[in-house]
């Protein structure tokens, strides 16, 4: 299985701040990659997709890049609602897995 | 709107077989644009994809399981009732977890239900 892995465990920032985390793939993944945000007792919320394609109602303040192995999602100006747990996920082959999440806090 | 809402027992058994269904709006899981699946997450934890279900055409369709969880896994579908369903067999306490269902596109979750907490117990 693709095991990811995510940097920062976890991340303190403030309001406005630029924040950027990375998700490395153990194998080569080309896009085939999607970011997730989830805050505390709801479902995860899909991000981006194919590594840097919006979702439809997303803030354009998310993006993400990269390819292959390394990948970062990138909040470029941090609001008070983003504060939550991001995830990463490849979807390149079975089976499906996740990173194992960066939590982003308020400094 | 897509809508998808878990059910079943939040409490389950040692050994015992957990039985939960995800009940669909706004779209026939029918279709062959879209896998329909279970994603469960121990608490304080992160996310494991238990497996999808894919239907190509009308009555066909294919499963694909998380080899992890392989041998203790169904996903089946009921098209005439719009809802699919999981059965994880023999469970243990690291079974216990909020259990969600999502529809994906591709292998991508776009739209999850709200979880549902599935607590094993002796």
């Known amino acids: 299985a693709i095991q990811l892995t995510q940097s920062p465990s976890s991340l303190s920032a403030s309001v406005g701040d630029r924040v950027t985390i990375t998700c490395r793939a153990s194998?080569?993944?080309?896009?085939?990659l999607a970011w997730y945000q989830q805050t505390p007792g709801k479902p995860p919320r899909l991000l981006i997709y194919?590594?840097?394609t919006l979702e439809s109602g997303v803030p354009s303040r998310f993006s993400g890049s990269g390819s292959g192995t390394d990948f970062t999602l990138t909040i470029s100006s941090l609001q008070p609602e983003d504060f939550a747990i991001y995830h990463c996920?490849?979807?390149?082959?079975?089976?499906?897995?996740f990173g194992q999440g960066t939590r982003l806090e308020i400094k | 709107q897509l809508q998808l809402q878990e059910s079943g027992p939040g409490l389950v058994k040692l050994s015992e077989t957990l039985s939960l269904t995800c009940t669909v709006s706004?779209?026939?899981?029918?279709?062959?644009?879209?896998?329909w699946g279970w994603i469960r997450q121990p608490p304080g934890k992160g996310l494991e994809w238990i497996g999808s279900?894919?239907?190509?055409?009308?009555?066909?369709?294919?499963?694909y399981y998380n080899p992890s969880l392989k041998s203790r896994v169904t996903i089946s579908a009921d098209t005439s009732r719009n809802h699919f369903s999981l059965r994880l067999s023999s469970v243990t306490a690291a079974d216990t977890a909020v259990y969600y269902c999502?529809?994906?596109?591709?292998?991508?979750?776009?739209?999850w239900g709200q979880g549902t907490l599935v607590t094993v117990s002796s």
């Open positions: 999502a529809r994906l596109v591709v292998a991508a979750p776009d739209n």
């Open positions: 706004g779209g026939p899981i029918s279709s062959s644009s879209y896998y």
């Open positions: 279900i894919n239907y190509v055409g009308a009555t066909y369709h294919s499963t």
């Open positions: 194998q080569g993944i080309s896009s085939a």
């Open positions: 194919d590594a840097s």
């Open positions: 996920q490849q979807f390149d082959s079975y089976p499906i897995t």
